[in-house]
């Protein structure tokens, strides 16, 4: 009986698909992982902060609450679409552009190590006010890139429709409004300098994005002279 042997192409696409099946996998469970701990951290929240009585205190609770309840939304979907995101035509090469990806996701975390400003009450509200609201339209933003969602600079497929119809690069944006939230709540010059670093790292992503699309879509390049890049008429 002779026996089958893969063949160099088999074996290239055997490879190729052990990478997309781990790229969907780790990434979706290291969301679905930091969703788990958020749902832990609500829960622990409306255990300890029963709803105020005064409506100064219920207003922060609430606020809260749907803010904590919006990025465990986020952070879920961003987990479902890896899993089920189309696969790449065209890649950033180098291992820049990856760690560039890497950083500007994470570095903003680093406020989180260090101490709380001392916010009133109305700040408080405000901070988490801003947070739901970036939190809410990043979710929108998501719902129509759909299955062309990357953490990496990819293209999978060119989206010109809805929020990328008045700007090219809207997720960010409203990821951004979300972080400046965060920022507000940990304010120093430390964490300042920290969110300074964390925004030229994105200008740098949007860049490397944009360069991928462009060798991937011809048509990107009108695209791309229709559209600001980030705010309509101004940049």
Not at 137 to 163: C, D, K, N, Q, W
Not at 182 to 188: A, E, K, N, T
């Amino acid at each position: 009986m002779m026996k089958e042997y893969d063949t160099p192409r088999s074996s290239q696409f055997n490879r190729v698909k052990l990478f997309d099946f781990i790229s969907r996998i780790v990434p979706s469970s290291f969301f679905l992982f930091v969703v788990l701990l958020k749902v832990v951290d609500l829960y622990v929240f409306l255990k300890d902060h029963p709803a105020a009585g005064n409506n100064t205190e219920f207003l922060r609770f609430l606020a809260d609450v749907v803010s904590k309840s919006s990025i465990i939304c986020f952070l879920g979907l961003m987990s479902i679409l890896f899993l089920i995101r189309l696969e790449p035509i065209e890649k950033a090469r180098g291992i820049v552009p990856r760690v560039t990806a890497i950083a500007g996701t994470f570095f903003m975390s680093l406020v989180t190590f260090f101490p709380r400003a001392n916010l009133t009450m109305v700040q408080t509200v405000i901070a988490s006010s801003i947070c739901l609201v970036g939190t809410a339209m990043s979710i929108f933003v998501l719902t129509h890139l759909g299955r062309s969602y990357s953490l990496m600079a990819e293209a999978r497929r060119l989206v010109t429709t809805g929020p990328y119809g008045i700007i090219r690069h809207p997720l960010y944006v409203t990821e951004e409004l979300a972080t400046f939230a965060v920022l507000i709540q940990f304010l120093s010059f430390s964490t300042l300098l920290i969110f300074l670093v964390h925004v030229l790292i994105q200008f740098q992503r949007m860049k490397n994005e944009e360069a991928v699309l462009e060798k991937a879509f011809p048509e990107y390049q009108a695209y791309k002279s229709s559209t600001a890049r980030l705010i309509p008429r101004v940049y």
